[in-house]
């Protein structure tokens, strides 16, 4: 049974440039999360979309945005990027609607020079 | 003041020792708390969740909430190498019941053959 799967695994980026990652979540799992994860700390929390809406934003500035598609794949973008922005990026699928269980893809490192 | 503290280590034990990880938290609205491991590189592996005050076993892991003194734990009962890796717990508000997961900053484990 497929996991989360991400995609592009890597991405080399210049300041300024916009990027669009990408998320499909485990096969019946509606909610996906975005969380982005600086070298030594924990994931941050980014976005989550269940059914294709909203649920919940976290503390990132407007650059960032995302979209939920009808078959729960998602997107996450970023725009006018910056040094900081350089982490690696993770999504997390989660089956129930409260969830709890959330599990995760294996990221899309991104690297703005 | 970071929500949820975790000391970042390294811890370092040999095979077959037990490894005892912990965090603490600062907000009493935390209900749902889960421990993940993560590889170097790779995205967070799920290993357990607990709802409340209590114990939880599965294997040789071993999950504590202390909700009186704000505090996690998780213990690892006869190390492998192979659990070399870092440990991040992470909690859900009540109010965020849908998800919106927080994290430590981990512990990296190294288990010495």
């Known amino acids: 049974d497929a996991g989360v799967t991400q995609s592009p695994t890597h991405l080399i980026k210049t300041r300024g440039q916009q990027v669009t990652l990408r998320c499909s979540p485990i096969?019946?799992?509606?909610?996906v999360s975005w969380y982005q994860q600086v070298l030594g700390q924990g994931p941050q929390f980014i976005f989550q979309?269940?059914?294709?809406?909203?649920?919940g934003r976290g503390n990132f500035p407007d650059r960032f945005s995302a979209r939920q598609f009808p078959n729960y794949s998602s997107e996450l973008n970023v725009n006018a990027l910056l040094l900081g922005d350089s982490a690696l990026y993770l999504c997390?699928?989660?089956?129930?609607?409260?969830?709890?269980?959330?599990?995760f893809g294996p990221g899309t490192r991104l690297t703005v020079t | 003041q970071k929500e949820v503290e975790q000391d970042p280590g390294p811890l370092s034990v040999p095979e077959g020792a037990i490894v005892s990880l912990n965090c603490t938290y600062s907000?009493?609205?935390?209900?749902?708390f889960m421990w993940y491991r993560q590889y170097s590189r790779k995205g967070p592996e799920l290993l357990m969740y607990?709802?409340?005050?209590g114990n939880k076993e599965d294997g040789r892991f071993t999950a504590q909430v202390d909700k009186s003194s704000k505090y996690i734990s998780l213990f690892i009962r006869d190390s492998q190498p192979s659990d070399s890796a870092t440990y991040l717990c992470?909690?859900?508000?009540?109010?965020?019941?849908?998800?919106?997961?927080?994290f430590g900053a981990g512990t990296q484990v190294v288990v010495t053959p």
């Open positions: 997390a699928s989660s089956g129930d609607r409260e969830n709890y269980e959330q599990y």
């Open positions: 096969s019946g799992h509606k909610s």
């Open positions: 979309y269940y059914e294709k809406e909203e649920r």
């Open positions: 907000n009493s609205a935390f209900q749902y």
């Open positions: 607990t709802y409340s005050s």
């Open positions: 992470a909690m859900i508000l009540t109010t965020d019941s849908w998800g919106k997961l927080q």
